[in-house]
């Protein structure tokens, strides 16, 4: 079993940055592959970005992709998503996910999850 608990979200002007962390604890972090998602009012739940269980060649969506940025510290069991040039439509609630080893973009693939953070992005 892997808890996952997100922070860092908040709000910020367009233009700006957030960074999240999600910790995670249970079983050994450096075996799972961690994904972040996101979740507007309304929409469904959508990748966001994903990162081997090694840290190697992450997985961006087209979305962010120049302006975020995924890291992972397995001696302290987190992972990072720094986020910057913020833009309206980035506000959503955003969700740290775990599986085995290998990334995936889908939601399904995913077994565990942590609870969500508010990113609220204002004009």
């Known amino acids: 079993q892997v808890q996952l608990v997100e922070s860092g979200g908040g709000l910020v002007q367009a233009g700006g940055s957030l960074s999240l962390s999600c910790a995670a604890s249970?079983?050994?972090?450096?075996?799972?592959?961690m994904g972040w998602f996101r979740q507007a009012p309304g929409k469904e739940r959508e990748f966001v970005v994903a990162?081997?269980?090694?840290?190697?060649?992450?997985d961006y969506a087209d979305s962010v992709k120049g302006r975020f940025t995924i890291s992972r510290d397995n001696a302290k069991n987190t992972v990072n998503l720094q986020m910057n040039t913020l833009k309206p439509e980035d506000t959503a609630v955003y969700y740290c996910?775990?599986?085995?080893?290998?990334?995936?973009?889908?939601?399904?693939?995913?077994?565990?999850w942590g609870q969500g953070t508010q990113v609220t992005v204002s004009a």
């Open positions: 249970g079983r050994t972090f450096s075996n799972f592959a």
């Open positions: 996910a775990a599986r085995l080893i290998w990334t995936s973009r889908e939601v399904v693939d995913y077994d565990y």
């Open positions: 990162i081997r269980w090694d840290g190697y060649n992450p």
